[in-house]
């Protein structure tokens, strides 16, 4: 039987009291930022698979067909057949080196645009973005071997989009503009944030710098109420619009590009990279207390590199207190140093039994 205790269980009414009001304790300028750029760089990296609809693959029937080299992606819908032809994206981008300690800041995909004819269709502009769950994820796979529309002699390759996991964090994309020029990479083809993503996926036991990350596209319709038992999103016709981005095989100078800007602290102690051991850091401890985590992921609290999050972490946080340039504050704060009292203390009682 295990004798960590929650920190928060050895505290009286009133430093409990003080830990709730300093556990709030703001984000700060990280004490090390990096960034890196990485663009796909295979055709096989961004992929189409068709979700059913009365297209031409869906009219014979290859719902679930994956397509890896056409000349565009075509967010939300294939475009033919008024609209009711729905699809999946598929986006992978290798050598992500960032390491497990990293707290993502900010991260992003930005495309180009392929078609600068595009009209508001019906008005039904939202998509939904997720990771993939994976360590390390391959390349998509084709439904053809030529990673065309025929022959059709992979069938085993099938729904290779959507049959992998995704990450329960997911962002919401609404503001896509329709009438833009041809070839341009600004805001309007700029997803939102996905940091929360990002930090899923590296937090997940086993991941490694340099491994691969891949995400996953719809139209919010996809995934609606009505949840197809075997794709796991909605294969009913419906009216949608689409939007056309540059493909690897369009024009691979254009392809897709993941930035990711994170932080990472010299300090020991410093938990989530801005620059100082204070109540953030015991808020990341009593966030993952007891819990198996990837082997020293700071923002996941194993500050000593063993894989679960218990004393030996708060005895570090502990030694540490106070260390660097406190975000917006020339001290700790003094709530926030009680609670680390407090359960330093509790430390030094279990050490005496």
Not at 321 to 350: D, Q, V
């Amino acid at each position: 039987m295990s004798t960590n205790l929650h920190p928060s269980r050895c505290l009286g009414p009133i430093t409990r009291g003080i830990a709730l009001a300093t556990l709030s304790a703001s984000m700060a300028a990280p004490a090390f930022a990096e960034s890196l750029s990485v663009a796909i760089s295979q055709s096989s990296d961004d992929a189409e698979e068709f979700l059913g609809g009365s297209g031409a693959l869906d009219g014979q029937g290859l719902t679930g067909f994956v397509l890896l080299n056409s000349s565009d992606l075509e967010l939300g819908d294939e475009g033919s057949g008024g609209f009711t032809d729905p699809q999946a994206i598929g986006l992978r981008f290798t050598n992500i080196s960032i390491p497990t300690n990293a707290f993502i800041t900010s991260a992003w995909i930005q495309f180009h645009s392929d078609d600068g004819t595009e009209t508001a269709q019906v008005g039904n502009n939202e998509f939904r973005i997720f990771g993939e769950l994976s360590l390390n994820p391959g390349t998509f796979l084709g439904s053809s071997s030529t990673g065309g529309e025929g022959p059709y002699n992979q069938p085993a390759n099938d729904r290779n989009i959507t049959n992998r996991p995704r990450t329960t964090q997911s962002v919401v994309w609404d503001d896509i503009p329709f009438d833009r020029p041809e070839g341009v990479a600004q805001v309007g083809q700029q997803t939102p944030d996905l940091s929360g993503i990002i930090q899923e996926i590296i937090g997940q036991a086993g991941w490694a710098s340099g491994n691969a990350v891949a995400f996953q596209i719809y139209h919010s319709a996809s995934l609606d109420a009505s949840l197809n038992p075997i794709l796991g999103v909605n294969t009913s016709p419906f009216a949608i619009d689409e939007h056309e981005m540059e493909s690897y095989d369009g024009i691979p100078s254009r392809a897709a590009v993941l930035h990711i800007e994170y932080s990472t602290s010299s300090i020991t102690g410093d938990l989530n990279g801005d620059g100082f051991v204070g109540a953030a850091d015991l808020d990341i401890l009593l966030a993952n207390w007891g819990d198996n985590v990837t082997v020293g992921s700071l923002i996941n609290g194993d500050a000593v590199a063993d894989g679960v999050v218990d004393d030996a972490d708060l005895q570090v946080v502990r030694d540490n207190w106070g260390s660097g340039n406190p975000p917006g504050s020339p001290i700790p704060e003094p709530g926030s140093f009680a609670l680390l009292l407090a359960a330093g203390g509790m430390i030094a009682r279990r050490r005496r039994k």
